[in-house]
């Protein structure tokens, strides 16, 4: 019943970590099934030197995660639809900027913009037999398929954390 926190570390293709994802408040396992209440968890993103880049605030009581930049200004928003197989990107208007649309099993999200064109495909990966079997580890790809606007860019990157805590855990 140890307190713990959620992480993620974000890399490029090159293995290069570009940030790190960390829950700010420690949450227990028992606090976590005591609760009757949806939470709002709240993620800060950080360069490799610890310098803040973005907040991540994920609301389970309206199923909407806001991104905020460094700044504190909202980047823009990711809705889990209620199938949490589809995911709509909007931008801080609430303007529809992209959708992410998922097969059964949440391996494989396809990720578009508003016109139909394609940005990225999101992959659940082998996170290998150690962390596979003895961690709540996961690995994510994400692939650019052309090119993404930048505010879209970073809500498809955080995209990858929202279906991790949203499917997969960590709780």
């Given at each position: 019943?140890l307190?713990?926190r959620?992480?993620?570390?974000?890399?490029?293709?090159?293995r290069n970590?570009?940030?790190?994802a960390?829950?700010?408040?420690a949450?227990?396992?028992?606090h976590?099934?005591?609760?009757?209440v949806?939470?709002?968890?709240?993620?800060?993103?950080?360069?490799?030197?610890?310098?803040?880049?973005?907040?991540?605030?994920?609301?389970d009581?309206d199923?909407l995660?806001?991104?905020k930049?460094?700044n504190?200004?909202?980047?823009?928003?990711?809705?889990?639809?209620?199938?949490?197989?589809h995911?709509?990107?909007l931008?801080?208007?609430?303007?529809?900027i992209?959708?992410?649309?998922?097969?059964?099993a949440?391996?494989?999200?396809?990720?578009?913009?508003?016109q139909g064109?394609?940005y990225?495909?999101?992959r659940?990966t082998w996170?290998?037999?150690g962390?596979?079997?003895?961690?709540?580890?996961?690995?994510y790809?994400?692939?650019?398929t052309?090119?993404?606007p930048?505010?879209v860019r970073t809500?498809?990157v955080?995209?990858?954390?929202?279906?991790?805590?949203?499917?997969?855990?960590?709780?």
């Amino acid at each position: 019943m140890l307190a713990g926190r959620a992480r993620y570390d974000i890399y490029d293709p090159a293995r290069n970590l570009l940030a790190i994802a960390a829950e700010t408040d420690a949450r227990s396992m028992l606090h976590t099934m005591a609760s009757l209440v949806p939470n709002t968890r709240v993620l800060a993103v950080r360069s490799p030197l610890g310098d803040p880049m973005y907040q991540l605030v994920k609301r389970d009581s309206d199923w909407l995660t806001d991104i905020k930049d460094a700044n504190g200004t909202l980047v823009g928003r990711i809705r889990t639809e209620a199938s949490r197989r589809h995911y709509t990107l909007l931008d801080p208007a609430d303007e529809v900027i992209g959708e992410a649309a998922g097969d059964l099993a949440v391996k494989q999200l396809i990720i578009g913009g508003p016109q139909g064109e394609r940005y990225a495909r999101l992959r659940k990966t082998w996170a290998g037999l150690g962390k596979e079997l003895l961690t709540s580890s996961d690995h994510y790809t994400i692939t650019f398929t052309g090119p993404v606007p930048s505010p879209v860019r970073t809500l498809i990157v955080m995209l990858s954390i929202v279906l991790d805590m949203t499917r997969h855990g960590p709780y």
